[in-house]
């Protein structure tokens, strides 16, 4: 165990390290070696980091001696805001040890540097480190090695070197033109999940020293072709939503649980569509219709949404002309969407099997609709367009409806990417049925994930909707 006893200049403190043998029967003279890793510390004003002290025995030489320890500093070290602080030393196993180093609050940017050294048997060896402090964008280092390892048709994993006086690392995704941040890790990798299959994603990763960032560097991976969804057999729906209109919120849970057949998917939430299109829906209408040969199923008793150990809420069990569905109390408002849901799904003999503790995606980031701008008519050849948390793995559902009275409206279907055109389908028929343009009704965003399990596929999503009527 190091003990250190400080003084103006140097630090003195008595080691003992532990026997490092070596039988070689033409062993060079008995010597020792000092390094630091690493032997530069990058910190930002304010943080701390540590280096770690290697002794190296040479020759045979005995290091669990009695040694005399001093660290030499410049004028940058010492107590105080405006210095770093350099803290005990502590052994970490027979040929390693750590100290730690803070710098101040206010400590000016620059190098500083400190040499340790330790004198054994009469023996003298010093190792040298280098703080330097003040990092900005230019001069913190980009992680090293960064590389894309594709899981599935919806997860790609990254893994880089880490950066030794990181205090994380920025994880963006390309969507468009530019990156957006998925979030910061605090270790040497990262885990993204809710992909398209076969689709190419760019990702760039940032060093983070204090309040600077790297630039970053860049990595791109495509997914494996994903498993096409069922055209038949047992496919339910469970979903969370949250809509806005004039500053008034409110938030529902439901569920619905079919039979596919005939090829006939449903075509719920955008279940099967292809993204950047249009279903055109006649006057009335806010969903595409369903396929006749669908069969509502019964999932047993009501469900339960769960968050974490609490109940967050449960959906009913209606059933209607033969059709089963489920739904939250809607005299019961529900509190914020958490990001932690996950369902319970009771399952029934001749109808929808049993699923437990599935988690449903976490909330997606708020947004705000650009264009159109509220109660503006959209051009029937028109883009609209929205910004804040773009996420290329969600989807954006849009409803827009005609300038004439029961005329014919679409429901689209989006990439999160900020922007979607009006197709030609919308426009031709809009004016077939006399329209000179539309108007944006609402744009939902969803996070999706699916489950599969006794042969039955679970679609799982947490909606935020936007009313811009």
Same mark, same amino acid.
């Given at each position: 165990?190091?003990?250190?006893?400080?003084?103006?200049?140097?630090?003195?403190?008595?080691?003992?390290?532990?026997?490092?043998?070596?039988?070689?029967?033409?062993?060079?003279?008995?010597?020792?070696?000092?390094?630091?890793?690493?032997?530069?510390?990058?910190?930002?004003?304010? @943080? /701390?980091?540590? !280096?770690?002290?290697?002794?190296? +025995?040479? =020759?045979?030489?005995?290091?669990?001696?009695?040694?005399?320890?001093?660290?030499?500093?410049?004028?940058?070290?010492?107590? =105080?805001?405006?210095?770093?602080?350099?803290? %005990?030393?502590?052994?970490?196993?027979?040929?390693?040890?750590?100290?730690?180093?803070?710098?101040?609050?206010?400590? !000016? =940017?620059?190098?500083?540097?400190?040499?340790?050294?330790?004198?054994? @048997?009469?023996?003298?060896?010093?190792?040298?480190?280098?703080?330097?402090?003040?990092?900005?964008?230019?001069?913190?280092?980009?992680?090293?090695?960064?590389?894309? #390892?594709?899981?599935?048709?919806?997860?790609?994993?990254?893994?880089?070197?880490?950066?030794?006086?990181?205090?994380?690392?920025?994880?963006?995704?390309?969507?468009?033109?530019?990156?957006?941040?998925?979030?910061?890790?605090?270790?040497?990798? !990262?885990?993204?999940?809710?992909?398209?299959?076969?689709? +190419?994603?760019?990702?760039?990763?940032?060093?983070?020293?204090?309040?600077?960032?790297?630039?970053?560097?860049?990595?791109?991976?495509?997914?494996? /072709?994903?498993?096409?969804?069922?055209?038949?057999?047992?496919?339910?729906? *469970?979903?969370?939503?949250?809509?806005?209109?004039?500053?008034?919120?409110?938030?529902?849970?439901? !569920?619905?649980?079919? %039979?596919?057949?005939?090829?006939?998917?449903?075509?719920?939430?955008?279940?099967?569509?292809?993204?950047?299109?249009?279903?055109?829906?006649?006057?009335?209408?806010?969903?595409?219709?369903?396929?006749?040969?669908?069969?509502?199923?019964?999932?047993?008793?009501?469900?339960?949404?769960?968050?974490?150990?609490?109940?967050?809420?449960?959906?009913?069990?209606?059933?209607?002309?033969?059709?089963?569905?489920?739904?939250?109390?809607?005299?019961?408002?529900?509190?914020?969407?958490?990001?932690?849901?996950?369902?319970?799904?009771?399952? /029934?003999?001749?109808?929808?099997?049993?699923? #437990?503790?599935?988690?449903?995606?976490?909330?997606?980031?708020?947004?705000?609709?650009?264009?159109?701008?509220?109660?503006?008519?959209?051009?029937?050849?028109?883009?609209?367009?929205?910004? =804040?948390?773009?996420?290329? /793995?969600?989807?954006?559902?849009?409803?827009? &409806?005609?300038?004439?009275?029961?005329?014919?409206?679409?429901?689209?279907?989006?990439?999160?990417?900020?922007?979607?055109? *009006?197709?030609?389908?919308?426009?031709?028929?809009? %004016?077939?049925?006399?329209?000179?343009?539309?108007?944006?009704?609402?744009? &939902?965003?969803?996070?999706?994930?699916?489950?599969?399990?006794?042969?039955?596929?679970?679609?799982?999503?947490?909606?935020?909707?936007?009313?811009?009527?």
């Amino acid at each position: 165990m190091f003990k250190v006893n400080r003084e103006v200049s140097k630090l003195v403190f008595l080691a003992s390290l532990a026997v490092l043998s070596a039988c070689n029967p033409q062993k060079p003279a008995a010597d020792f070696s000092l390094a630091f890793s690493p032997a530069t510390l990058n910190l930002a004003a304010g @943080a /701390s980091g540590t !280096a770690t002290l290697t002794a190296t +025995a040479i =020759g045979g030489f005995d290091l669990n001696q009695k040694s005399e320890t001093t660290v030499d500093v410049d004028a940058g070290f010492g107590a =105080g805001d405006t210095k770093i602080q350099v803290g %005990e030393i502590t052994q970490t196993d027979a040929t390693h040890a750590t100290l730690p180093f803070t710098a101040g609050a206010n400590v !000016a =940017g620059g190098s500083y540097n400190l040499s340790l050294n330790i004198t054994i @048997a009469g023996l003298k060896r010093s190792a040298k480190i280098t703080i330097k402090v003040g990092a900005t964008t230019n001069t913190v280092p980009n992680p090293s090695n960064l590389s894309a #390892t594709v899981i599935s048709s919806s997860q790609i994993n990254l893994s880089w070197t880490a950066v030794t006086g990181a205090s994380g690392y920025e994880v963006e995704q390309k969507v468009g033109t530019a990156f957006q941040s998925l979030g910061t890790v605090m270790t040497a990798g !990262a885990e993204i999940t809710s992909l398209n299959p076969s689709t +190419a994603y760019t990702f760039r990763v940032k060093t983070k020293i204090g309040a600077n960032s790297s630039g970053g560097v860049e990595t791109s991976a495509t997914t494996q /072709s994903g498993t096409p969804q069922p055209t038949s057999g047992k496919i339910g729906f *469970v979903s969370v939503s949250e809509s806005a209109i004039l500053g008034n919120t409110t938030r529902t849970g439901s !569920a619905l649980f079919f %039979e596919a057949q005939n090829n006939e998917p449903p075509t719920i939430g955008g279940f099967g569509a292809t993204p950047d299109s249009c279903v055109v829906l006649s006057a009335g209408q806010r969903n595409p219709p369903q396929p006749a040969s669908l069969k509502p199923l019964d999932a047993g008793t009501e469900l339960s949404l769960q968050s974490g150990s609490s109940v967050y809420t449960k959906l009913l069990k209606t059933a209607i002309s033969g059709t089963v569905s489920y739904g939250n109390n809607p005299l019961t408002p529900l509190a914020a969407v958490p990001d932690n849901l996950t369902v319970s799904i009771p399952g /029934s003999a001749t109808g929808f099997p049993a699923f #437990t503790n599935v988690a449903l995606p976490a909330f997606p980031a708020d947004f705000t609709v650009s264009t159109p701008a509220s109660g503006d008519p959209l051009a029937l050849d028109g883009t609209i367009t929205w910004d =804040g948390g773009l996420n290329a /793995s969600n989807s954006m559902s849009i409803l827009v &409806s005609s300038s004439v009275k029961d005329g014919p409206g679409a429901i689209c279907f989006a990439i999160d990417d900020g922007s979607f055109a *009006v197709p030609a389908n919308v426009k031709s028929a809009f %004016e077939t049925a006399g329209a000179t343009n539309a108007q944006l009704v609402f744009l &939902s965003r969803s996070a999706n994930r699916t489950e599969t399990a006794n042969g039955a596929t679970l679609n799982l999503s947490v909606i935020r909707s936007k009313i811009v009527l």
